[in-house]
């Protein structure tokens, strides 16, 4: 029994291997210049002289042939349509006359696309729906940090960072939503956190994360609105100095963040986390906070002194061996007070610095020895923008300068480090560090500010491997 079908679903085995022979006798041109008029009746022609045990060699022979006339002069396939269905009922014979009628060039298609399904291979319109749904790009977009990572899923996991990009690379956006940008990254669908693209047009960094500046000695760098994290200051009307080494200069720029020193703060406060999710740590602020007192006043040495002036005789010194060594410096504060909160700080020192190291010393009074707040081991802190793409740094940038104290002399906190949340390593786009020097019982003379000072030299030499 034969039953009903569309003419173009009526399976291969029919056609024999009789039908090829015939068909390349009866038409020897070349079949690939066949006109459209001429498809129904070389289909046919073959019908008409095919047997019904055909083998399998001659249907997939014939579908070759069927494959080329389908196919324009390129060899590009034209699109399918759909045909009506024809047949005839004959339940009562033992065999039949099947009439096949390929009325155009897109019926011929159609019936190829269905000799592709038979084999196993893409249908037409699967091939279609996938080229319908492959994003494309929109518009161009800008990178705007150093070492920001493009990612393989929307979020903050360690393990799907596919590369690293640099401040002025330029992207292709596809699509924005939730705070990630979708590019294309070998040819799939990749991301970027949206803090870090810009739609204007931005320097390139020619070697990064180094920056070579063509500030003279003395410039003075002020915060500006378009830099990234910028909007979430409230006091930056001050300004940070700018300095070159002389001849044996390294083209590495240290920003020295003498603690504390601004004044007329009046309770003014700035968000913890740039995302505005709380601390996950105590410290001056406690856990759970949002918002963080701009600039804190610090504490007082035994013997009254304020944290302040001792911070800003530190980087003086500090400054001065970075000189002497070939390192360009970035002081942020050279008088005690200077109109810059920690955010300021820290974005003034991602844009015009390689490391950014806060001088600090501790509030409690045991001479316990120096120490760096590291980044807290908290996942929900470390899979957070910037601190996910940086914090392994930070932590290098901090176990560097405790290497060189401890080289140098300096007693060491315990491990040498503490876990806290700090505003400074939450919004630092370059390697960054609050160093504790100690604590209000400690030696502040100027000989032992000397010796850190050869100590934390020692130690940034071994972070950017001088």
Same mark, same amino acid.
Request: some cysteine; aromatic content about 8%; charged content about 20%.
């Given at each position: 029994?034969?039953?009903?079908?569309?003419?173009?679903?009526?399976?291969?085995?029919?056609?024999?291997?009789?039908?090829?022979?015939?068909?390349?006798?009866?038409?020897?041109?070349?079949? +690939?210049?066949?006109?459209?008029?001429?498809?129904?009746?070389?289909?046919?022609?073959?019908? =008409?002289?095919?047997?019904?045990? +055909?083998?399998?060699? %001659?249907?997939? @022979?014939?579908?070759?042939? /069927?494959?080329?006339?389908?196919?324009?002069?390129?060899?590009?396939?034209?699109?399918?349509?759909?045909?009506?269905?024809?047949?005839?009922?004959?339940?009562?014979?033992?065999?039949?006359?099947?009439?096949?009628?390929? &009325? @155009?060039?897109?019926?011929? #298609?159609?019936?190829?696309?269905?000799?592709?399904? *038979?084999?196993?291979?893409?249908?037409?319109?699967?091939?279609? $729906?996938?080229?319908?749904?492959?994003?494309?790009?929109?518009?161009?977009?800008?990178? *705007?940090?150093?070492?920001?990572? !493009?990612?393989?899923?929307?979020?903050?996991?360690?393990?799907?960072?596919?590369?690293?990009?640099?401040?002025?690379?330029?992207?292709?956006?596809?699509? =924005?939503?939730? %705070?990630?940008?979708? /590019?294309?990254?070998?040819?799939?669908?990749?991301? /970027?956190?949206?803090?870090?693209?810009?739609?204007?047009?931005?320097?390139?960094?020619?070697?990064?994360?180094?920056?070579?500046?063509?500030?003279?000695?003395?410039?003075?760098?002020?915060? $500006?609105?378009?830099?990234?994290?910028?909007?979430?200051?409230?006091?930056? $009307?001050?300004?940070?100095?700018?300095?070159?080494?002389?001849?044996?200069?390294?083209?590495?720029? !240290?920003?020295?963040? #003498?603690?504390?020193?601004? +004044?007329?703060?009046?309770?003014?406060?700035?968000?913890?986390?740039?995302?505005?999710?709380?601390?996950?740590? %105590?410290?001056?602020?406690?856990?759970?906070?949002?918002?963080?007192?701009?600039?804190?006043?610090?504490?007082?040495?035994?013997?009254?002194?304020?944290?302040?002036?001792?911070?800003?005789?530190?980087?003086?010194?500090?400054?001065?061996?970075?000189?002497?060594?070939?390192?360009?410096?970035?002081?942020?504060?050279?008088?005690?007070?200077?109109?810059?909160? &920690?955010? #300021?700080?820290?974005?003034?020192?991602?844009?015009?610095?390689?490391?950014?190291?806060?001088?600090?010393?501790?509030?409690?009074?045991?001479?316990?020895?120096?120490?760096?707040?590291?980044?807290?081991?908290?996942?929900?802190?470390?899979?957070? =923008?910037? !601190?996910?793409?940086?914090?392994? =740094?930070?932590?290098?940038?901090?176990?560097?300068?405790?290497?060189?104290?401890?080289?140098?002399?300096?007693?060491?906190?315990?491990?040498?480090?503490?876990?806290?949340?700090?505003?400074?390593? +939450?919004?630092?786009?370059?390697?960054?560090?609050?160093?504790?020097?100690?604590? @209000? #019982?400690?030696?502040?003379?100027? @000989?032992?500010? &000397?010796?850190?000072?050869?100590?934390?030299?020692?130690?940034?030499?071994?972070?950017?491997?001088?």
């Amino acid at each position: 029994m034969i039953r009903k079908m569309k003419p173009y679903y009526i399976p291969l085995f029919i056609i024999s291997a009789v039908a090829i022979s015939n068909l390349c006798s009866c038409h020897s041109r070349d079949i +690939s210049s066949v006109s459209t008029e001429d498809t129904s009746y070389i289909v046919q022609e073959a019908m =008409e002289n095919t047997e019904t045990d +055909s083998s399998i060699d %001659g249907e997939l @022979s014939l579908a070759g042939q /069927i494959s080329s006339l389908s196919s324009n002069k390129d060899g590009m396939p034209y699109s399918s349509s759909s045909s009506s269905d024809t047949g005839t009922d004959t339940s009562n014979n033992t065999s039949s006359t099947i009439a096949v009628t390929v &009325n @155009s060039m897109e019926d011929t #298609a159609a019936y190829n696309s269905d000799i592709e399904k *038979t084999s196993a291979s893409p249908s037409t319109e699967e091939t279609a $729906s996938t080229e319908e749904t492959a994003p494309t790009v929109q518009h161009d977009g800008y990178i *705007t940090g150093n070492d920001v990572k !493009v990612r393989s899923t929307p979020d903050f996991e360690s393990d799907n960072i596919l590369t690293s990009l640099y401040k002025g690379d330029v992207i292709g956006c596809v699509s =924005e939503t939730d %705070g990630w940008t979708m /590019i294309i990254y070998n040819g799939q669908p990749a991301y /970027i956190y949206s803090k870090y693209v810009s739609d204007e047009p931005l320097l390139k960094e020619s070697e990064p994360p180094h920056y070579e500046h063509d500030y003279d000695s003395g410039t003075k760098v002020g915060l $500006s609105s378009s830099w990234i994290y910028a909007e979430n200051s409230v006091i930056n $009307s001050g300004y940070a100095t700018y300095y070159r080494a002389g001849e044996n200069r390294k083209k590495i720029t !240290v920003c020295v963040n #003498a603690g504390h020193g601004t +004044s007329g703060v009046d309770g003014r406060k700035t968000l913890c986390h740039p995302d505005g999710t709380p601390k996950v740590t %105590g410290g001056t602020t406690s856990e759970g906070a949002t918002k963080a007192i701009a600039v804190s006043y610090g504490m007082e040495f035994d013997d009254g002194t304020p944290e302040s002036k001792v911070t800003l005789a530190m980087a003086k010194i500090l400054k001065a061996k970075l000189l002497d060594a070939g390192y360009d410096v970035l002081m942020i504060r050279e008088t005690d007070d200077v109109q810059l909160d &920690n955010v #300021a700080r820290t974005v003034i020192a991602n844009n015009c610095s390689d490391c950014h190291i806060a001088l600090h010393w501790d509030s409690t009074s045991k001479d316990k020895g120096a120490f760096y707040m590291s980044v807290p081991s908290v996942r929900s802190y470390r899979n957070m =923008e910037p !601190v996910a793409s940086h914090f392994k =740094e930070h932590e290098r940038l901090g176990e560097s300068l405790i290497s060189g104290l401890k080289d140098e002399g300096v007693k060491i906190f315990s491990g040498g480090s503490m876990e806290m949340d700090l505003t400074q390593t +939450s919004y630092s786009t370059v390697p960054s560090i609050d160093i504790e020097l100690g604590d @209000s #019982a400690s030696s502040h003379s100027e @000989s032992t500010l &000397n010796q850190l000072g050869d100590g934390l030299l020692k130690g940034i030499d071994i972070f950017f491997r001088q």
